[in-house]
């Protein structure tokens, strides 16, 4: 019903089979990050969680089919275009020592999958291109993302 009224989106896990899409669990995001907030059980304030589904909502505005990567690790976000990968995308708030290897094995294995060389995690503020073998992962600030900026 939440679906059905626009309050909550749900988006698949990748599959290229309709039948396991439809079976597997899907990540949940919300029209409004307020409603989210004002409805947490949460103490503390996620701005990772925050912040992806923002560049969620602005994806899901772009009118991409959407879905998530899931293998041995996790990407946010798979973009198709006309049936074909255009990018993956993984979003945290900041990349640091802590997070990186996680937030980097997941986009590396989505890119792996697709046969892309290049994917983005989208940040609160981060600039940086970080090479991998023959793969670029850009750090985009969400805004320079949202608004359409290319990093240098």
């Known amino acids: 019903w939440l679906e059905d009224t626009y309050l909550v989106f749900f988006l698949p896990r990748f599959s290229w089979s309709a039948k396991n899409r439809g079976v597997n669990p899907r990540k949940v995001y919300a029209i409004d990050t307020g409603l989210v907030n004002a409805n947490s059980l949460s103490f503390t304030k996620d701005?990772?969680?925050?912040?992806?589904?923002?560049?969620?909502?602005?994806?899901?505005?772009k009118n991409f089919d959407l879905s998530y990567f899931r293998e041995q690790a996790e990407c946010d976000f798979v973009v198709f275009e006309k049936g074909k990968c255009k990018?993956?995308?993984?979003?945290c708030e900041q990349l640091h020592n802590e997070n990186k290897a996680r937030e980097t094995k997941?986009?590396?294995?989505?890119?792996?999958?697709?046969?892309?060389k290049s994917g983005f995690i989208i940040t609160q503020k981060q600039k940086d291109v970080l090479k991998f073998d023959k793969k670029t992962i850009e750090l985009v600030p969400a805004s320079n993302f949202i608004i359409g900026v290319k990093p240098n």
Do not use: P, S, T, W
């Open 47 to 61: 701005k990772g969680r925050l912040l992806e589904n923002i560049v969620y909502l602005f994806l899901r505005q």
């Open 87 to 91: 990018m993956v995308i993984q979003v």
């Open 106 to 116: 997941g986009l590396l294995e989505a890119m792996d999958f697709f046969g892309l």
